[in-house]
């Protein structure tokens, strides 16, 4: 084909495994004999993080390790997405907790606010009425003083 006998040497390829010239014929008539079910594909790395350099996978397998990672991948994701939802929810019980306390401490403070209000205009009153009973004595007695 490609190479002679006498090329039996072993090749480096750029994964650093070592492949004859057999070998790199045998895989190149299969990228050629253009059936993809009975294709191979040198996957230095398949996506995934373990390391799977110059392994020889169909794409019928490729296929399904990337559907094998897709669906890890989504279950992460709904994992990710699930824990979100109940930090969410417990953050939620949290600040209504929070929000009944400050309407509790508004109230408090709104009452006392009306009490310390009502005092003020009983006070006022009271200055008025011991204001005017002052003036009112003030005359008496400066009308005593003209008398004598």
């Known amino acids: 084909m490609f190479f ?3 090329d039996q040497l072993p090749v480096l390829n750029e994964t650093g495994f070592n492949l004859t010239t057999d070998e790199i ?5 299969m990228f050629q004999s253009g059936d993809d079910t009975s ?3 040198m996957s230095p790395n398949s996506g995934s993080e373990e390391s799977n350099q110059g392994v020889v996978y169909s794409v019928d397998e490729r296929k399904k390790r990337r559907m094998l990672s897709n669906r890890e991948s989504a279950r992460r994701s ?4 699930k824990r979100h939802l109940e930090n969410m929810t417990e953050q939620v019980k949290q600040l209504k907790v929070e929000n009944q306390e400050l ?7 709104l009452d006392k606010c ?3 209000w009502t005092e003020y205009e009983l006070l006022t009153s009271e ?3 011991l ?5 009112h004595l003030c005359q008496i007695l400066r009308a005593n003083d003209h008398n004598y």
């Open 78 to 81: 709904r994992l990710r997405k």
């Open 25 to 29: 014929e045998e895989l190149l008539s």
């Open 39 to 41: 294709s191979v594909i």
């Open 114 to 116: 009306h009490l310390v």
């Open 131 to 135: 204001r005017a009973r002052l003036s």
């Open 103 to 109: 309407k509790n401490q508004y109230s408090f403070i």
């Open 127 to 129: 200055y008025v009425a």
């Open 4 to 6: 002679s006998e006498e």
